[in-house]
Structures are given as structure tokens and as C-alpha cells.
């Protein structure tokens, strides 16, 4: 409701953060950063340099170069999009190329927790899936994917290499690129 020349409230988080997401009801602010790849949780109010509640980080969580998230209130999962870059910048020679995936979590996901399922493969065309949203009414994920210039749509119980229920491309669509998309 603010408007005119207001000082922000700044949340000062790592390099890199890409996508964020919010649970109203539970006050939590959900974070995306890049690498090292991770989901970070702030309070909603969080500020300056406040500390994460939680966060999803590890070997397990099978997270690579963290992009997207979209978080589904009812069935209380979150779902979070990987480019599949992984390195350490400290040892010359540890980059490792992943495919791009969605790895699906519980809503209150914390520490180094494998995913509940992954949706990726050939037959997904997911070639680094940017921003990602979910229609709470149909269950439905839309998904940027941004190298593959389209926006693919996926059911939300979808795991393994599943090929879109839909895809949004074409000269007509004007896109090239996708990296955010939003649901109306």
C-alpha cells in the first residue's frame, strides 16, 4: 500500500538469488540462490542482515544451480527448478553438468533432504527452467524454460521423464527465453 519516495525494508541475502516465494499464512519468505544451490527461509519480515529460519542444502537435495520455485499450499509441497551446473569454485576442475530438473519437497523441507520425487529427462525438454508457478485450482506447473524458448506445463504429481502436458512456443508467441512467468 505504500507509494512516493519510501525507504525500502532490504533483506540482504547471498550473491546470486534468483526466485522467491511466500507463505502468507505462516509469516515465511522462501529464497532461491544459485550456488552454492540452496532454498533458504527467512521470516516475512526478515531485514538487514537476519538470519534464515531453515534451509534445504546439501548432497541430497539433488539441487544444481537452483532457479524457480513455486510453493503449493494444499498439498503443502514445494517444487524447485535446477539448471544442473555444479562446481565448486575452489577446486579447478569439479564442474559437473547435470540434467535440468524440478525436484518436489515438503513445504517445510530443512537441511540436506532428498527430494520426494524428480521430474526430469529427455521426454521433459527442460533446458534450464527458469521461474516456475502453480495453478492452485488444477494442480497445474508452468514452467519458463528458458534455453528451450517455450513455456512447458507439467501436472504437479507429475516424477520421472514425463513429457509436458502442454507446451507454449512458436514464432507467434514472441517468446525467446523465458526466465519468469506469472499465473492469472
Known amino acids: 500500500g505504500v507509494s512516493g519516495n ?14 522467491t516465494g511466500l507463505d502468507d499464512e505462516k509469516g515465511e519468505l522462501f529464497v532461491t540462490l544459485e550456488h552454492p544451490p ?11 542482515t537476519d538470519k534464515p529460519i531453515r534451509s534445504l542444502e546439501g548432497p541430497h537435495t539433488y539441487l544444481h544451480d537452483t532457479h524457480g520455485i513455486a510453493l503449493d499450499f494444499k498439498r ?4 524447485v527448478g535446477s539448471w ?4 565448486d569454485p575452489n577446486v579447478a576442475g569439479s564442474g559437473k553438468i547435470y540434467p535440468p530438473s524440478i525436484s518436489v519437497y515438503p513445504l517445510d523441507a530443512d537441511g ?29 506447473l508452468w514452467v519458463a524454460n528458458d534455453v528451450g524458448g517455450n513455456i512447458l506445463v507439467f ?12 507446451i507454449v512456443q512458436g514464432p507467434k508467441t514472441g517468446q525467446t527465453h523465458p526466465a519468469g512467468i506469472a499465473l492469472d
Open 6 to 19: 519510501v525507504t525500502p525494508r532490504i533483506l540482504k541475502t547471498p550473491h546470486r538469488l534468483f526466485a
Open 38 to 48: 540452496k532454498v533458504y527461509v527467512f521470516k516475512k519480515d526478515a531485514a538487514g
Open 76 to 79: 503443502k509441497l514445494m517444487f
Open 84 to 87: 544442473g551446473n555444479s562446481s
Open 112 to 140: 540436506d533432504m532428498a527430494p520426494l520425487r524428480i521430474i526430469q529427462g529427455p521426454k521433459t525438454l527442460l533446458d534450464w527452467p527458469g521461474g516456475i508457478v502453480l495453478d492452485p485450482d488444477t494442480g497445474n
Open 155 to 166: 501436472k504437479s504429481t507429475d516424477e520421472g521423464d514425463v513429457a509436458p502436458t502442454q
